[in-house]
């Protein structure tokens, strides 16, 4: 059978990108028959990783749980890392991630200068390429006990100039949302349908009701609805060959999914890259400018800190700050 997770990172910020990743894992056996009893992932791995930080052992969970400012990018990027080496060996530079799990970002950054990669960027951010390397061979060793792969790891990383384009033709910010999640399920349905796909996304905007949304954006599949309650939204496509997934949308997913886990840490990781070149862009152009995350406080006392500079620059307002 074949588990994957979607979720987002930088849903709510006023800077910086919106990245939607996804994340799929082969494990053995059969799906679960329209129950969330599939095997749990932790367990199966439970000697390389792990729900809370251990000594050893690589940290899987929310992002929320694995990263924070206090404590740095090093435990979030070392686990997504070795996870994105199981199945891309030859990671290099963030252009080169960038490339393997978000292709369309790199022709987006050309419009975007402050997301060029500065020519002293470290890669690692944080962690040691080598310690990495040995985490890696750890967690194949693992996978392969366990009979589970890493089949595949994608991010659609949005820039704030698609972002709004796309928010003025549909006017709604949770519609853009599910548009990325959409793309995702797509890609997932398109490799995985018919080998016991299971796909387990977050909440997306906090929408409760997906079966028209996915009915428009599948017309070639038939839609059965399994389950609709504030917690956990359920459902079954078939399509007219006969390949079938289930797709849940579930509140706190990434506790009982691990590759919904993994794809909240992929887009972690991904906006905090980019946000360090953002950051460096314009410490760059001023030195004393305090850093930013982009979330909405913060981010209106970097605009103003900046916009002197940035009218000086000619970089107008609405391709670096997002509409909503």
């Not at 435990?75 to 996870?83: A, D, F, G, K, V």
């Not at 060996?89 to 022709?107: K, R």
């Not at 919904?260 to 030195?287: D, G, I, Q």
Request: hydrophobic share 40%; charged share 25%.
């Amino acid at each position: 059978m074949i588990l994957a997770g979607i979720d987002e990172a930088g849903y709510g910020p006023l800077l910086g990108p919106l990245v939607v990743g996804s994340c799929a894992v082969s494990m053995p056996g059969e799906p679960p028959p329209d129950t969330d009893d599939w095997p749990d992932l932790w367990q199966l791995l439970r000697r390389i990783a792990s729900r809370s930080r251990k000594p050893r052992k690589l940290h899987i969970n929310d992002s929320k749980q694995v990263y924070s400012p206090s404590t740095g990018l090093k435990h979030l990027e070392e686990s997504m890392l070795c996870l994105l080496g199981c199945i891309h060996p030859a990671i290099t530079s963030l252009d080169d991630l960038l490339q393997h799990v978000a292709p369309a970002t790199i022709e987006q950054v050309n419009d975007h200068p402050w997301y060029i990669a500065p020519k002293d960027e470290r890669f690692p951010i944080e962690v040691d390429r080598q310690a990495v390397s040995i985490m890696t061979n750890a967690l194949r060793v693992e996978l392969r006990q366990a009979e589970c792969a890493v089949e595949h790891l994608a991010a659609d990383v949005m820039l704030e100039g698609r972002y709004n384009k796309m928010l003025a033709q549909t006017r709604n910010k949770a519609s853009v949302l599910f548009s990325l999640a959409a793309g995702h399920i797509d890609a997932l349905l398109r490799r995985f349908a018919g080998k016991g796909l299971i796909i387990v996304a977050d909440r997306q905007g906090g929408r409760e009701h997906y079966g028209r949304l996915l009915q428009l954006m599948f017309e070639d599949w038939q839609l059965e609805i399994l389950l609709e309650t504030e917690q956990k939204s359920d459902y079954r496509i078939t399509h007219i060959d006969g390949r079938s997934a289930r797709i849940l949308f579930a509140t706190k997913s990434e506790s009982t999914s691990m590759p919904t886990a993994v794809a909240s840490m992929l887009c972690k990781y991904l906006r905090e890259a980019m946000m360090h070149r953002f950051n460096a862009f314009w410490r760059m152009h001023l030195p004393q400018v305090a850093p930013t995350a982009g979330y909405y406080t913060d981010g209106l006392r970097f605009l103003a800190d900046i916009r002197a500079k940035r009218e000086l620059m000619g970089i107008v307002e609405n391709r670096l700050v997002r509409l909503k």
